[in-house]
């Protein structure tokens, strides 16, 4: 991930998850309040009516049955609290866990209480003397909760004769649900919004380090047109000495006017060279003309010969191609070529392999590579940068000029590396016409 980018996402993401946890935080609160205040209101309905039952009236009622008075004034009772806005029922459990009366039918009363199974815990307790709420469960599909309050005995014998039971729908459900909704809506709304104003942080930023690269590469191309234009006028005097003395060596001794014809040529390249650097320097376009791409290839490498010698490099010639032309001189060619071999014998300290091979299909192709360490992915991405370098004693300009050199042609320089695979070079170049 790009650094201009990565400080953006890391506060989105901190400020979306501080909204999501604020979401939750408050909707758990909500939830909290409203069964406090639901359990509460249920449980004091409970010991109301718990409080108004009497323990002659449950003892009559299971002595005499629905004919007793106790039965009709305990069944009056219930019906009131089963009236009661929000019940869904009311009931009256003796201690044994029996029903003694239902407000949802006779079938229910002489049975075990369904309580013993749903709300176990808190019949328990309202049974050992302390009004309880059950947690919500649900009961013929329907959520629901209860509460149980003791009916006090009249005996030290028998402290609780039965259990007041009030059972309700949760009321706060439906507003609970609500609020969820709500607040899921807000959270989302929000980052969106953040998500926006992050993309517009990260083009803005994206914008911003293109700027400073661009403001960068500008500086340090002004500080090449600087350096450059010095380096010309410092080293066109040695050379045009290099060149008289060669000359005048060639006329003294015929067995050395061949070498000193080839230090005439290379010194005649070597000015052509540093006059290119000065043009690219200052921004002026390419040379254009005309080479064969396959004549100077043959001439680099053989002039590299001995160079290849000395490294203990062998070299490994595939020829696909016989004579192309292509829209670069002879000179930018050799100095592609010289600029990329270099390199490859400079990746091969201790000796290796320098495999050329060339093809004629599709304009012209040729492959130089080497048996080296390698180069790391991130490290690849960046050659051909004005003065960036992996060598301690390199410039960084070798790579710049030959890949300018290449598109100037209309061609593309492609570079495939991996750690401990060595490093592949491909130069496409369009054919020209005569």
Not at 18 to 43: D, H, I, N, P
Not at 254 to 282: G, H, I, K, N
Request: contains cysteine; hydrophobic residues 45%.
């Amino acid at each position: 991930m790009r650094r201009d980018l990565f400080g953006p996402l890391v506060v989105a993401a901190i400020a979306v998850l501080a909204v999501a946890s604020l979401s939750w935080l408050s909707y758990r609160s909500v939830r909290t309040g409203y069964q406090a205040e639901f359990a509460r209101r249920l449980e004091g309905m409970a010991a109301t009516g718990a409080s108004q039952v009497r323990a002659g009236d449950v003892d009559d009622a299971a002595r005499v049955g629905q004919e007793g008075v106790g039965y009709l004034a305990i069944q009056v009772l219930v019906q009131q609290l089963c009236a009661t806005p929000g019940t869904a029922n009311a009931a009256l459990i003796d201690a044994r866990g029996i029903v003694v009366y239902d407000c949802r039918g006779d079938e229910f009363q002489g049975q075990r209480s369904a309580l013993d199974t749903l709300a176990h815990g808190a019949l328990a307790a309202a049974l050992a003397g302390h009004a309880a709420v059950s947690p919500p469960f649900t009961a013929g599909g329907a959520p629901r909760q209860v509460a149980l309050a003791p009916v006090r005995g009249d005996s030290a014998a028998a402290p609780v004769v039965a259990v007041m039971v009030v059972e309700a729908v949760p009321g706060y459900r439906d507003a609970l649900a609500l609020l969820g909704r709500q607040l899921l809506l807000v959270t989302l709304l929000i980052t969106v919004t953040l998500l926006v104003l992050t993309v517009i942080v990260a083009r803005r930023a994206i914008a911003a380090g293109r700027l400073e690269r661009q403001l960068s590469r500008a500086e340090n191309l002004a500080a090449m047109g600087r350096l450059t234009a010095t380096l010309a006028h410092e080293i066109k005097n040695p050379l045009a000495i290099i060149r008289g003395s060669a000359q005048r060596l060639g006329k003294l001794d015929p067995e050395a006017r061949r070498w000193a014809d080839s230090v005439v040529e290379e010194t005649d390249r070597l000015t052509r060279t540093v006059s290119r650097y000065l043009q690219f320097a200052r921004g002026d376009e390419t040379p254009g003309g005309h080479g064969d791409a396959v004549a100077a290839l043959e001439s680099t490498l053989a002039l590299l010969e001995g160079e290849m010698q000395a490294r203990k490099v062998t070299l490994e010639r595939d020829r696909g191609a016989t004579s192309v032309r292509v829209g670069l001189d002879s000179e930018s060619l050799k100095q592609v070529y010289l600029n990329l071999i270099l390199n490859a014998l400079e990746a091969m300290p201790e000796g290796g392999a320098l495999v050329v091979s060339d093809s004629d299909r599709g304009g012209y192709q040729v492959w130089i590579k080497d048996t080296g360490a390698g180069i790391p992915r991130e490290v690849v991405e960046k050659l051909g940068s004005p003065f960036f370098t992996t060598r301690a004693q390199g410039t960084g300009l070798g790579l710049f000029l030959t890949r300018r050199l290449i598109e100037s042609a209309g061609g593309k320089l492609t570079i495939k590396s991996e750690t401990g695979q060595g490093t592949s070079c491909l130069v496409v170049l369009p054919r020209r016409s005569e």
